[in-house]
């Protein structure tokens, strides 16, 4: 089993700047893809961002691409979501995700979920 716990969210204006950080325990995840996902009421769960084990390949959805960065450390089981440039838009829950094959960018490529944390941006 796996538990994500993502921490690093909150409240922050316009053009500014998050990190997302989601801390993996009960299982390494140095062979594993993991991925960022997004979701606000009553929409589904949009993809953000996701890495291949090694972090050679990543992929980033249209909204945030040129502005989110995804990277990981896997000595400290910590994958990373360096977020720039944000926008109201961008208000959601943001969810971490490990994925048991390679790396994807659909909810079904990935098997375990954090709880996740809010992000909220004003304009």
């Known amino acids: 089993q796996v538990q994500l716990v993502e921490s690093g969210g909150g409240l922050v204006q316009a053009g500014g700047s998050l990190r997302l950080s989601c801390v993996a325990s009960?299982?390494?995840?140095?062979?594993?893809?993991m991925g960022w996902f997004r979701q606000t009421p009553g929409k589904e769960r949009e993809f953000v961002a996701g890495?291949?084990?090694?972090?050679?390949?990543?992929y980033y959805g249209d909204s945030v691409k040129g502005r989110f960065t995804v990277s990981r450390v896997n000595a400290k089981a910590t994958v990373y979501l360096q977020m720039d440039s944000l926008k109201p838009e961008d208000t959601a829950v943001y969810y971490c995700?490990?994925?048991?094959?390679?790396?994807?960018?659909?909810?079904?490529?990935?098997?375990?979920w954090g709880q996740g944390t809010q992000v909220t941006v004003s304009s």
């Open positions: 995700a490990l994925g048991l094959g390679g790396v994807g960018v659909k909810r079904y490529d990935y098997q375990f």
């Open positions: 009960g299982r390494t995840i140095s062979s594993y893809a």
């Open positions: 890495i291949s084990w090694s972090g050679a390949t990543t």
